[in-house]
């Protein structure tokens, strides 16, 4: 297998790992692009070379990759996170959770602290309703703004 050969495969397989849909590797006196098909994403990857006296261009087939559904964007009335902290479902391990998803919770009940600083902030349900979505798992980090669960 010629280095060239190589090469291509080598950023044929970067391109599939990293998700990307265009890549180039060039030398001296050559080049060689890599691009995906819109309709052909996860299939074949094309290789076109350039350059005096270039080889042909293989034919790289890269693994097929699973299509992810985006998830639907959750309904209901957002709680999000005031500050940067770590997010806690429960008051301690052992507690049972303050809020599940299919429960109903009450306007300004507890539903979530935040560990900001060594100080644990409540975040309270702004309205009463029931948990549709529960969308960060206990212990994750949290980002000003960012919703914790939503209420409908």
Do not use: C, H
């Not at 060239?4 to 044929?12: D, I």
């Not at 985006?70 to 301690?92: E, H, L």
């Not at 009450?106 to 409540?122: D, H, P, S, T, Y």
């Amino acid at each position: 297998m010629s280095d060239l050969t190589e090469k291509v495969e080598e950023l044929a397989s970067i391109m599939t790992e990293f998700g990307l849909e265009k890549a180039k590797l060039a030398g001296a006196d050559w080049s060689v692009e890599l691009g995906v098909e819109p309709e052909m994403r996860g299939g074949t990857v094309v290789a076109a070379a350039a350059g005096a006296g270039a080889p042909a261009a293989p034919r790289v087939n890269a693994p097929k990759q699973k299509v992810e559904k985006k998830p639907s964007a959750p309904t209901g009335t957002p709680v999000t996170s005031p500050m940067t902290g770590i997010y806690y479902a429960s008051s301690s391990p052992g507690s049972p959770p303050f809020a599940k998803e299919g429960e109903a919770v009450q306007a300004g009940q507890v539903v979530g602290l935040i560990e900001a600083m060594k100080v644990f902030n409540e975040i309270t349900a702004p309205i009463s309703g029931i948990v549709n979505k529960v969308l960060i798992k206990n212990g994750d980090l949290v980002q000003p703004g960012e919703t914790i669960l939503t209420i409908g």
